[in-house]
């Protein structure tokens, strides 16, 4: 239960007054949500931080402040048009008006909107600590070290313009979480050439890096990206209103096949 809430003015007094049992308030939909996996006694609200807000050239990059909403993201003509697709995922443009990629990447939820298409793009977060220094991690390290970061404030996303990336998202209603989310891409990365990640609900959020690695080598068939499915024990899917766990397999696996071809053909 909340019973302190602090407006934060300026940087330094927002990760001054980040301790245990708070949370930085961005644009509340988390909050407000029925459900919400936000637990906290103080909220630290961020919204006033201007360092927080706006979108800039860097380079072959976007650098897009952490408080941006999603409707500033697809309103930005700086904005790689695969990210605003993202965005759009989001079917309420109430929400959009008030949802923010920080928000959304340090809730990391398995029904996230974003998180599948940054992990394809390479995305870079930059993170401010207590003691005013500033890092800079990929959004695949935040998410699996998490416990790294938490106490640190998400400044900025920097995505790349000329990545190429497909994703594709199913629900039950354009209003409601989806139950899959899956990206490619191809990005200029010293790690790894081609990326692919999966956002499932209730079951995992993360890459797929063998499903990767063969796809960057030859075309995979239906059958085999479905036998490294199985093989995955993160995704250890459970039959639910949305389908068997079967069912979901099978949909990721049609999915990525179709995701690649659009990869390969675009790169011709």
Do not use: W
């Amino acid at each position: 239960m909340v019973d302190n809430l602090i407006i934060a003015e300026g940087l330094e007094e927002a990760l001054k007054q980040k301790t245990r049992n708070s949370a930085f308030l961005a644009g509340g939909t988390e909050i407000n949500r029925l459900g919400s996996t936000v637990q906290a006694r103080k909220l630290i609200s961020i919204g006033r931080i201007v360092e927080l807000d706006g979108i800039s050239d860097a380079d072959n990059a976007v650098k897009i402040g952490a408080m941006c909403t999603f409707q500033d993201i697809i309103d930005s003509p700086l904005v790689p048009d695969y990210l605003k697709e993202a965005c759009r995922f989001m079917g309420s443009r109430t929400k959009r008006n008030m949802a923010t990629i920080g928000g959304n990447i340090a809730l990391r939820r398995t029904d996230s909107y974003l998180y599948a298409t940054l992990i394809a793009c390479g995305a870079k977060l930059e993170l401010l600590g207590k003691d005013g220094e500033t890092e800079t991690r990929c959004v695949c390290c935040y998410l699996h070290h998490h416990d790294n970061f938490k106490d640190m404030l998400i400044k900025s996303v920097t995505v790349p313009k000329d990545a190429l990336v497909f994703s594709k998202r199913y629900s039950n209603t354009v209003q409601s979480h989806a139950v899959l989310t899956v990206a490619i891409g191809k990005a200029q990365c010293k790690e790894r050439a081609l990326r692919l990640a999966v956002a499932a609900k209730d079951t995992a959020l993360t890459r797929l890096d063998d499903i990767a690695d063969e796809l960057e080598k030859r075309d995979l068939s239906d059958a085999e990206i479905l036998k490294m499915i199985e093989q995955n024990k993160e995704l250890d899917f459970k039959a639910d209103i949305y389908g068997s766990p079967e069912y979901k397999r099978y949909l990721l696996a049609v999915t990525i096949a179709d995701l690649a071809k659009k990869v390969k053909e675009a790169r011709r």
